[in-house]
């Protein structure tokens, strides 16, 4: 677990053996990742937002051995899988987003792809886990009146 800025992300393989990392930082004060590995690969890694915190979120293309590449030139679009639980709205240039809770507690998947060519579309995902927040305020919550 990680819970300072970080360089994880999880990536898919795709066509010509690269893969599209996405990678979050700096991480919000409370907001942790959750990295699960299988035989030295990360194969999946969970963002955890509290329900008032966002993140940014960049990419980066690398090949089959995990080491940077340059990300070639395309069409980048971000989604979301959830946009109850978790919102992205993305740079002007497409390489970041920022990934925000949206109000309702659960599970999304944030998503970028990159056309690259009629050929090739490199994906890429993150999960997100938008889980409550620290106590506020205290409300008083009433029971039923009953007669004396």
Not at 32 to 61: E, K, W, Y
């Amino acid at each position: 677990m990680c819970d300072h800025s970080g360089m994880f992300g999880w990536w898919r393989r795709r066509h010509r053996r690269l893969y599209l990392r996405i990678i979050a930082g700096p991480v919000p004060a409370g907001a942790t990742f959750t990295v699960t590995m299988h035989r030295g690969q990360i194969t999946m890694a969970t963002l955890q937002l509290q329900d008032n915190q966002h993140c940014p979120l960049s990419i980066q293309a690398v090949d089959a051995a995990g080491n940077p590449v340059a990300l070639p030139t395309g069409s980048v679009s971000w989604s979301s899988s959830n946009t109850s639980v978790a919102s992205v709205v993305p740079s002007a240039d497409g390489m970041s987003c920022d990934v925000a809770a949206a109000g309702a507690l659960g599970a999304a998947q944030v998503g970028v792809s990159v056309v690259v060519d009629a050929n090739t579309t490199l994906t890429g995902s993150l999960d997100v886990s938008v889980g409550a927040g620290a106590a506020a305020t205290i409300q008083i919550v009433p029971g039923t009146p009953v007669a004396k």
